[in-house]
């Protein structure tokens, strides 16, 4: 076995000319792609940076109702007879499931900025 030693004070054998120029080719070739490899993680980086400094908060878009003056009401025209089974409010439209006095059912979507019908779905026959 070789001493720690002993083995510091041996001189290291040359590379022959041919094995010399294919290491200095490899270590060449690695700082190159350790080079572009730090660019494209430091422009991840930066992009991140970049985006979480930009981006305040959205201001939420306002919706206003076009009711009559400064009311806070509307009444929303259903059909005489009719019982409302359910609803469902999505942004500025409100979905009403209506049990007609014939007893068909329908849904019905008003728009709420208007306070017109938008759609209705009758269902079953």
């Known amino acids: 076995m070789v001493r720690p030693e002993e ?3 041996e001189p290291q054998e040359a590379l022959d000319p041919a094995a010399e120029r294919v290491r200095r ?6 700082a190159i792609n350790l080079a572009i490899l730090f660019a494209a993680v430091m422009a991840v980086v930066l992009a991140f940076v970049y985006k979480s400094l930009r981006s305040q908060p959205a201001p939420a878009a306002e919706e ?6 400064d009311a806070k009401t509307a009444t929303l025209d259903v059909p ?5 089974l359910s609803y469902s409010i999505d942004g500025m439209r409100v979905s009403l499931h209506v049990s007609l006095s014939d007893g068909k ?3 019905r979507i008003y728009d709420l900025r208007n306070g017109q019908l938008a759609a209705r779905y009758l269902i079953g026959d």
Not at 25 to 30: D, G, N, P
Not at 64 to 69: A, K
Not at 80 to 84: D, E, I, K, N
């Open 64 to 69: 206003t109702m076009l009711l009559p003056g």
């Open 7 to 9: 083995q510091e004070d």
């Open 105 to 107: 059912q329908e849904i």
């Open 25 to 30: 080719k490899l270590v060449r070739f690695m």
């Open 80 to 84: 005489q007879g009719a019982r409302v």
